[in-house]
Every structure is written in structure tokens, then in C-alpha cells.
């Protein structure tokens, strides 16, 4: 199955990337708080790790419309699941989050034919032939 107009399609998928992104960054800046009501605490190596991904998954929701997008978010889903070793609760909420990821490159994968590639633009009809 392909989309009608991929252009288009792969817009929509761009956006819904980049909300996943967002949505991940705020979960991440959840955890220190999690992380400092435990026997451990939240030290300033792990705030410091929180924090900067948290500020790359924010960032990296903004740079869907690029061409490396896609792939920089993809990579940073390996991070967040690895949070899990930070606080036990994010192999749950990093796992959740990197199914909806790959949900997401699958309905790319049928829509547009490739995950990754950009579409091309569908020939205009009312141009005239060359």
C-alpha cells in the first residue's frame, strides 16, 4: 500500500515523529524526580545524563523536516531505552516509547516504501508533456 500523494504522507509522518520526540524528552525530565525519592538519590552525573537527553530528544523533535532526522531520532531511542539502567520504571516507559517509534518507521515503511528515503514529488498532471 502507498500513499495517493507521499509528499504529503511523509509531512504528516515528520510531524508525528517529531511529537513522539517531544513526548519523550518531557518523560525523560520526569525521571529525575523519580530518581531522587530512591535509597541511591539523583546524583550530578545522572542529572547531568537526564538532562542532556532530555535537551537532544527536544532539539532532535525540531529537526524532523531535515533529511537526517529520522535517523537521529531512531538513534537516540537506544539512550532512552538505556535509562532503564538509571531508574527501573524507564525499561517500561523507554521500551513503550521505542515500540511507538518503530510503529511509526513501519507505517513510513508501508506508505512511502523505505523508512528513511524521502519521497519524490508526484509528477503534475496538468503540466504539459516534455
Known sequence: M??????????????????????????VLFVPRAIAQTEAGLGGVRLTILLVLALLLVLSSGIQRRPRGLEIGT??????????????????????????????????????????REPTAPPDRDAPPA
Open 75 to 116: 538513534a537516540l531511542q537506544v539512550p532512552l531505552l538505556l535509562t532503564g539502567l538509571i531508574d527501573a520504571s524507564m525499561w517500561f516507559v523507554g521500551g513503550l516509547f521505542l515500540l511507538i517509534w518503530l510503529y511509526l518507521l513501519q507505517i513510513r515503511k508501508d506508505l512511502l516504501g523505505s523508512p528513511f
Open 2 to 27: 502507498t500513499a495517493p500523494d507521499p509528499v504529503r504522507a511523509a509531512r504528516a509522518l515528520r510531524g508525528a515523529a517529531a511529537a513522539v520526540l517531544l513526548l519523550e524528552g518531557i518523560a
